[in-house]
């Protein structure tokens, strides 16, 4: 199969290029004695696997394929027709279709949208003028774009994604006038050296220097940002990193989506992440916005389009990205990695704890060897332990033997820096600027068992209709309205409760040889229900339609009655103490931290500010979610002794959902002159909620393992708050919230 597989590669390559290069796929080979092409048609199992296979419809493609004889064709497309003079004609032997919207809705791509700006009219204007306006707003909402990325990406420890836009000029010369364009007067000529022009125009080394760029554009050390093309970019050009595309050809509504999305809905971390901005493609389309609206919402459309409307006082709004590393970074004189021309880093202003960049490096090291120092929490179960002599004796010897001095062939002349008292001081400031947070892992004993409990399903509110034969599999194939066929596809179950069966098999957390009894009773009662209404044939349509839809439904209520029997837990602690994780923020560049203490003014739309001015926090600068948690921290900065928020990552505690183990990560953490606070404020409509219990349970569980540790070493206790939002006032202590509210 192998052999037969390499063969199409080439096979595949011949037939779309012109006759006489053809012909030498049919030219005697002097390594198998006859020609590639009669070798193929010679085989008697050949396979053919036909990537991009629209392109093999026309009679040339056709003709060719038939030549080699194949006992299989395999056609893979993205496109399933042929275009025509009467129009797009549809394959008929479409055996799996898995649409565009399909994979927008099950989240295995980005999310298009359109963009225009608020109150836009283009009355008055010219075609040149709302051109430039398309392309400026495209550029502004790339480097919006590119800071939320690396914003993302600090906050989730993964690679930073450099974003690219991609501009589609009417022809070449068109294209040459708009890189003319942004090479002198866009910008202040800003993008000058980072766009190139894509097209047929480039010969020679310019079209090497071309191709070469374009092949790199996914790559940190390319510097191209914007690309203009007119219609090079077809298939076998797939990027992850294009978010932004300015249409600025004429096109129906149509072929502008089909054009505009194709290569940019590839999600560079290969799923999406939750974040707007890294999971959207923005097609910016001011003049055509409402037609590509239209468009999209048509009832045969394969995909619908978010609408983004930029208000112009935003427009003017520079983003940076906020990387707000620990104050011991600071001090110490620690960069974060990967500093690029959109990142801030707070606390700039502080002033480093060593003067001198020999004493500097010797701190640096220090920390270095205390980090390495976290993995053995027998030895050093709290960075207090860091004070023992024997300790502070082995770190200095550890530095010692890794710290060169700027000039060797001056030792004993240069003053040289005091090792010991360089490291004595760095560890009284790695005690003061860290809160003891131990890594522990649970991890259970034996063998662990679980399932669902049989139960009465709820299905009052599945109400489906019968539909007919030209509409019912619509769901099925595509989640958008479409007449197809019935005989077109799906598959015909034995039994109308196997197709309950079989679309609740599909899910990670569903075993059929263990819960078979289960499934096969909730599947009796999701027929029954709809016998209840609906003819035999009216059933089995739609448990044939909305099976995806059903099983989902049903699997919602199987987890209320989810079990585990484990014989028991083994808590291991394998950090006494972690590092502190830097955290990162996208913010306005022109204003600077609000004050911790004022309330703002708006205080509907907290995600906006940062604030600083903290003489207590770990951190220079924090975030707020609400009004209540800038409350709470005035709170602790009189109460505490020291207290931040945490980064995503830094607690690694699991609560169950569902079938999915989520990551939770607490709002606040503070440490008092005898106990160290897990503190979480919720609205109270919120304190009920089964997401919120389950977080809470979680965190009990952590603070009750993380207390047993501390008082192995006569350490502070932790303690678990939930405290509701409206509860948190300046005149309220932190004992007392605690005491009212702590678990």
Not at 364 to 373: C, H, S, W
Not at 459 to 486: F, G, M, P
Not at 692 to 698: G, M, R, T, W
Request: overall charge negative.
């Amino acid at each position: 199969m192998g052999s037969h597989l390499s063969g199409w590669v080439s096979f595949r390559e011949h037939t779309r290029v012109n006759s006489r290069e053809r012909q030498g796929i049919k030219r005697l080979s002097e390594y198998i004695g006859e020609s590639y092409f009669d070798y193929l048609a010679g085989l008697p199992d050949l396979v053919m696997l036909m990537d991009e296979s629209h392109r093999y419809r026309a009679s040339a493609g056709i003709r060719a394929i038939n030549e080699l004889q194949p006992i299989l064709g395999l056609e893979l497309t993205a496109t399933p027709f042929v275009e025509t003079a009467r129009g797009a004609v549809v394959f008929k032997n479409v055996i799996y279709d898995y649409p565009l919207g399909r994979a927008m809705a099950d989240g295995f791509v980005k999310e298009p949208a359109v963009v225009t700006r608020k109150n836009f009219n283009p009355a008055g204007m010219s075609a040149e003028k709302i051109e430039r306006m398309k392309l400026e707003d495209g550029v502004r909402l790339h480097e919006s774009v590119k800071v939320e990325l690396e914003t993302y990406a600090r906050e989730s420890e993964n690679p930073i994604v450099k974003p690219f836009l991609l501009v589609i000029a009417r022809d070449t010369t068109h294209a040459g006038q708009l890189l003319a364009l942004i090479q002198s007067d866009i910008f202040e000529a800003r993008y000058k050296d980072k766009v190139i022009q894509v097209d047929s125009s480039k010969t020679g080394a310019e079209e090497e220097e071309m191709i070469s760029r374009l092949l790199k554009v996914e790559l940190t050390s390319e510097p191209t940002e914007i690309v203009i093309h007119v219609n090079m970019l077809k298939e076998g050009w797939d990027v992850t990193n294009l978010y932004t595309i300015v249409p600025l050809r004429a096109a129906n509504a149509r072929i502008l989506i089909e054009q505009s999305i194709g290569r940019g809905l590839r999600l560079p971390y290969g799923k999406r992440t939750g974040v707007t901005a890294v999971d959207r493609l923005n097609i910016v389309a001011h003049d055509k916005f409402q037609e590509l609206i239209n468009e999209a919402n048509k009832p045969d459309s394969a995909i619908r389009l978010q609408a983004v409307v930029l208000d112009t006082e935003d427009l003017s709004q520079k983003t940076v990205t906020v990387v707000s590393q620990s104050q011991l970074a600071t001090k110490l004189g620690l960069k974060p990695p990967q500093v690029t021309s959109s990142t801030t880093v707070a606390g700039q202003d502080v002033a480093p704890a060593f003067a001198k960049p020999e004493e500097q490096k010797v701190a640096q090291i220090t920390y270095e060897v205390i980090r390495k120092l976290e993995n053995q929490p027998q030895t050093l179960p709290s960075v207090e332990y860091l004070k023992k002599p024997e300790i502070q004796a082995a770190i200095v010897k550890a530095v010692a033997e890794q710290h060169q001095p700027v000039q060797l062939e001056l030792e004993g002349v240069a003053e040289q820096p005091d090792i010991a008292a360089v490291v004595a001081k760095t560890v009284e400031l790695v005690i003061q600027q860290t809160i003891d947070i131990p890594r522990i892992l649970v991890a259970p004993k034996g063998e662990v068992k679980s399932g669902f409990r049989p139960f009465t399903l709820k299905l009052d509110a599945l109400k489906y209709l019968a539909v007919s034969d030209e509409l019912w599999i619509q769901h099925l194939r595509t989640n958008h309205l479409e007449i197809v066929s019935l005989s077109r596809g799906g598959i015909e179950e034995a039994s109308l409760e196997d197709y309950v069966v079989s679309g609740l098999v599909d899910f990670d957390d569903i075993s059929y040889d263990d819960h078979a009894d289960l499934l096969y009773d909730l599947a009796a009662q999701t027929v029954q229900h709809f016998r209840g209404y609906l003819s035999e044939e009216g059933a089995r349509k739609v448990l044939r339609c909305y099976q995806r839809d059903i099983a989902h439904f049903i699997h919602a209520q199987m987890q209320e009655h989810y079990w585990e029997d484990v014989a028991g837990y083994e808590v291991k602690i394998s950090k006494g103490y972690t590092e502190l994780k830097q955290s990162a923020y996208t913010y306005s560049a022109q204003e600077p931290p609000a004050n911790y203490r004022v309330e703002p003014a708006d205080k509907s739309n907290m995600a906006k500010y940062l604030f600083g001015g903290f003489q207590r926090c770990l951190y220079p600068v924090q975030k707020f979610d609400s009004d209540s948690e800038r409350k709470l921290a005035v709170i602790l900065e009189r109460d505490a002794v020291k207290w931040f928020k945490p980064a995503k990552g830094q607690f690694q505690i699991y609560y169950r959902n569902g079938a999915d183990h989520l990551e939770y990560q607490p709002d606040f953490v503070a440490e008092t002159a005898d106990k160290i606070y897990m503190l979480e404020p919720k609205k109270r409509t919120e304190l009920a909620d089964p997401i919120v219990l389950a977080k809470k349970e979680a965190a009990v569980k952590w603070c009750a393992n993380a207390s047993s540790h501390a008082a192995s070493y006569h350490g502070k206790p932790w303690r678990y708050v939930l405290i509701p939002h409206d509860e948190v006032a300046e005149n309220i202590t932190l004992d007392g919230l605690a005491a009212r509210f702590g678990a």
